[in-house]
């Protein structure tokens, strides 16, 4: 038998993670699923945690995945002119992206989020050479410095912002701009 991953020891900030989790879980599950994360689906089951509780409606499920699908496209788009590229999913949670995207081992992929949520990444997901878990605060100012900078560089924030305050949010914007040398963000 097999035991569940404890999900008890997460802040509720870093709880967010698992509704965007079990929407794109239950997307997989329909017969015409929007993004098909079939990942999801296996991560969630791993975790010892409320899912049907959550009461997650179909346009919760629909947005979700529509969000997913849509910045997994602009990935693609940007790692294919940029075979060099850096990815950083900000405030990342157990998104599988990199493996949906499965960018060329030249691509560095970086999933910041808080400490709690990265160590439960870091048992959950399948581990790959080129994908790199920062465990950090966006609201701290050092969250950049383990990224490499020289490099075209693409960040991602699914749903993230809507968790920060103004000043978080003009601070991360700042850090960008000062660490990165060129690329594009894309955000919802």
């Known amino acids: 038998m097999v035991m569940a991953i404890a999900t008890t020891g997460l802040t509720p900030i870093e709880q967010t993670a698992l509704l965007t989790?079990?929407?794109?879980?239950?997307?997989?599950?329909?017969?015409?699923?929007?993004?098909?994360?079939?990942?999801?689906?296996?991560?969630?089951?791993?975790?010892?945690?409320?899912f049907a509780g959550?009461?997650?409606?179909?346009?919760v499920i629909c947005q979700a995945a529509l969000r997913a699908k849509m910045l997994d496209d602009r990935i693609r788009r940007f790692v294919a002119e940029h075979p060099n590229a850096v990815v950083v999913d900000l405030g990342g949670g157990l998104d599988s992206a990199v493996h949906r995207v499965s960018p060329p081992a030249t691509v560095g992929w970086y999933s910041v989020d808080l400490p709690g949520i990265s160590a439960l990444r870091d048992q959950v997901l399948p581990p790959l050479p080129q994908a790199h878990t920062v465990a950090a605060s966006l609201a701290d100012p050092d969250w950049a410095d383990a990224i490499p900078a020289?490099?075209?560089?693409?960040?991602?924030?699914?749903?993230?912002?809507?968790?920060?305050?103004?000043?978080?949010?003009?601070?991360?914007?700042?850090?960008?701009?000062?660490?990165?040398?060129?690329?594009?963000?894309?955000?919802?």
């Open 21 to 50: 989790l079990y929407a794109r879980a239950l997307d997989s599950r329909w017969p015409r699923p929007i993004l098909g994360d079939e990942l999801a689906d296996h991560v969630a089951a791993k975790l010892d945690y409320d």
């Open 54 to 59: 959550l009461g997650v409606q179909s346009s």
């Open 150 to 188: 020289d490099r075209p560089t693409m960040l991602v924030a699914d749903g993230l912002f809507a968790f920060l305050t103004e000043p978080v949010i003009a601070g991360i914007f700042r850090r960008i701009t000062e660490h990165f040398g060129s690329g594009e963000l894309a955000f919802n």
